[in-house]
């Protein structure tokens, strides 16, 4: 690809000489799990979040199942869940015991809509888990505003959203908790897996620290059925590096965003991501809507552009939960959206000479279709 979708190499060797001392530091300590750079860098993620604690879990499917899991949620509960997200919020509610019950998406935002919530709930639901999808917020307010009626929980999955603002505020405490991933390629990745809890809630953080370290806050001593789900020194000391970079690397995300809504609008058969007032992006993927997705995506890889589809089948469709929701079109909104969805090339190396060349792409092929 002459303009790859994301090019994480580059992106990790802007800081190669900084990364390389933290590993040198973290190799020489003789300490390689939950030592000090994994209580620094949570330390330095609260203060980021504006958040009064952080867990470090080993990814961010465990950070959003240990927080249903400290809730005490599980078997005969339901739980909230976007129809369009990545399957790992289902999971969590899955691994857990409980039901992921699918509220269809806002068909202008793509995030959960909280005009379907109340709907969706029964005397077992337990909790709501909004996604800030693509990098930018669900609507809080609205969400904790209905949860607050029913007494659930709100569960803030963050994993494409770290640095994201919600009316002025960060994601991350927004709800009662948030989960956050550090996979390489989201926009605080680390160079392996990682995750983490960020939550105001004191009780719910103790229990979390417990869970993560085989229920165990005083070393061979286990008081619950705990896991294995740590940060590991490593990725902490690599994320301490990689987090003084992170607003800089939005601000890039940023630019690129505004460049491509500016020169992609009022192009036939696209449809641009729409913002609300109260929302400011990260824009961990620039995501356009087209009636002919997969033949756009092919124009564009013949010129060496590179795209995703995020995602190509909703997780109510996956054969993994074939045996809950079998019925054809039971989410119409969410499979309209899986089905068009194309996600441009967008990241903190990309240049704006590169984006001009993926929107002169664009152009030629919708002129295509249309002439
Ligand atoms: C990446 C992602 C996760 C899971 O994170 P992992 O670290 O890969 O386990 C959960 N939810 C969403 C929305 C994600 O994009």
Redo the contacts with the bound molecule.
């Keep these: 690809m002459t303009i790859p979708f994301l090019d994480l190499k580059a992106i990790n060797l802007e800081q190669a000489s900084e990364l390389e001392n933290a590993f040198r530091k973290v190799l020489t300590s003789g300490r390689y799990v939950l030592g000090e750079e994994v209580e620094l860098f949570e330390a330095e993620f609260s203060q980021y979040c504006q958040a009064q604690h952080t867990i470090g879990v080993?990814?961010?499917?465990?950070?959003?199942f240990l927080i249903l899991k400290a809730y005490g949620i599980g078997f005969g509960d339901e739980v909230i869940v976007p129809s369009n997200?990545?399957?790992?919020?289902w999971l969590?509610a899955s691994h857990c015991g409980a039901v992921p019950i699918p509220v269809e998406p806002d068909e202008q935002t793509y995030n959960i809509d909280p005009l379907k919530i109340e709907a969706a709930i029964t005397s077992r639901t337990k909790a709501i888990i909004a996604?800030?999808?693509y990098g930018q917020a669900a609507d809080m307010d609205a969400i904790n505003e209905i949860a607050h009626r029913y007494g659930l929980k709100v569960i803030e999955?963050?994993?494409?959203a770290h640095g994201s603002l919600y009316k002025g505020r960060r994601v991350g405490s927004l709800g009662d908790a948030a989960?956050?991933?550090?996979?390489p390629?989201?926009n605080l990745g680390g160079i392996g897996?990682?995750?983490a809890v960020t939550t105001n809630d004191s009780s719910l953080a103790d229990i979390i620290r417990v869970y993560r370290n085989y229920g165990s806050s005083v070393k061979y001593q286990n008081d619950v059925l705990g896991y294995n789900s740590r940060l590991d020194e490593l990725q902490a000391a690599l994320l301490r590096v990689k987090l003084r970079m992170l607003d800089a690397a939005n601000a890039k995300r940023v630019k690129i965003a505004e460049f491509y809504l500016d020169q992609l609008k009022d192009i036939a058969g696209i449809v641009l991501p729409f913002v609300p007032n109260w929302a400011n992006p990260v824009w961990?993927l620039f995501v356009i809507r087209h009636c002919a997705r997969d033949i756009l995506a092919k124009k564009l890889a013949d010129v060496g552009i590179g795209t995703m589809v995020?995602y190509p089948i909703p997780p109510h469709k996956q054969l993994a939960y074939k045996d809950l929701y079998s019925v054809p079109n039971s989410f119409p909104i969410a499979e309209a959206i899986h089905n068009e969805v194309l996600s441009l090339p967008m990241g903190p190396t990309l240049t704006l000479a590169q984006a001009s060349e993926v929107v002169f792409a664009i152009k030629a092929s919708s002129a295509d279709f249309f002439e």
Excluded: C, E, P, R
Excluded at 85 to 89: C, E, F, K, R
Excluded at 157 to 160: C, V
Excluded at 179 to 183: E, K, M, N, P, R
């Design positions: 080993a990814n961010g499917l465990d950070a959003i997200t990545y399957i790992a919020t969590a996604v800030h999808l999955d963050a994993a494409q989960a956050f991933s550090f996979y390629g989201k897996d990682g995750g961990h995020h």
